[in-house]
């Protein structure tokens, strides 16, 4: 299916779309912003933290917002990353007064991407800016299967509804580590959660049942599969 995750991910009508999550972020938000520019949207991709220079797109360096703005406009449709400054291959994130100036200048045909990594920084300065996102919650499920692993292998758990709930606990502790405004945001419309790196269907009879009862606990949309493979399915 052509722009699958564009679709499937909702941001059709959300301009400002942040992603943050356990692991590296990059290859999701190109491929959003990528379909977002096949969808006829100009893309934009804005780091909170330092990123790497990325393998494909454009990459535009200024601490002037208006003229990355106009040089953004003035081109054919494409994903661009924008940034303050270079320094040894990584892109620097302006500050949270240039993105908010930024922000408020964003025509309806551009769709900005932050890319929000949590293990690179704690951007309290950019909360304000981040709350009024459409955010995207991504977990490897790398990390998570270990931990589900465990505990199901643990024999002095005998109950199936206990280990469950250490699951369920574990879950929402990665989500409030690494998505800290996920659980503030109320409504399909406002924030979903991707589960990358399920690869096969032992992987999947590890997940659905505890992202079954997220789902019950949160009103938000549950999507998992690989990015890297185009891999995407709903629970």
Same mark, same amino acid.
């Given at each position: ?65 208006? /003229? $990355?703005? &106009?040089?953004?406009? !003035? ?9 303050? #400054?270079? @320094? ?13 100036? /930024? $922000?408020? &200048?964003?025509?309806? !045909? ?9 293990? #690179?920084? @704690? ?113």
């Amino acid at each position: 299916m052509k722009n699958l995750f564009f679709k499937h991910f909702g941001i059709e009508n959300s301009n400002v779309i942040s992603v943050s999550g356990d692991g590296d972020n990059t290859a999701l938000i190109h491929l959003l912003a990528k379909e977002s520019v096949e969808a006829g949207f100009r893309t934009l991709v804005v780091g909170i933290c330092e990123q790497k220079y990325p393998v494909e797109g454009k990459v535009l360096i200024s601490d002037e917002t208006e /003229l $990355l703005l &106009q040089l953004i406009r !003035d081109d054919e449709p494409e994903v661009t990353y924008l940034a303050r #400054k270079i @320094k040894a291959d990584l892109l620097f994130p302006f500050k949270s007064k240039e993105l908010a100036i /930024l $922000l408020k &200048q964003v025509d309806k !045909d551009i769709k900005v991407f932050f890319n929000v990594d949590l293990k #690179k920084c @704690k951007p309290a300065s950019y909360n304000k800016i981040l709350k009024g996102t459409y955010e995207i919650c991504t977990i490897n499920f790398n990390i998570l299967r270990e931990h589900l692993l465990k505990i199901y292998q643990n024999t002095t758990i005998r109950s199936s509804s206990t280990a469950q709930k250490k699951i369920q606990k574990y879950f929402f502790q990665l989500i409030e580590e690494y998505c800290p405004n996920y659980s503030t945001k109320k409504g399909e419309e406002a924030h979903i959660l991707f589960v990358d790196q399920v690869k096969n269907l032992l992987d999947e009879n590890l997940l659905i049942p505890v992202a079954r009862n997220l789902h019950t606990a949160d009103t938000s949309k549950i999507l998992y599969g690989q990015v890297h493979q185009y891999n995407l399915k709903e629970i």
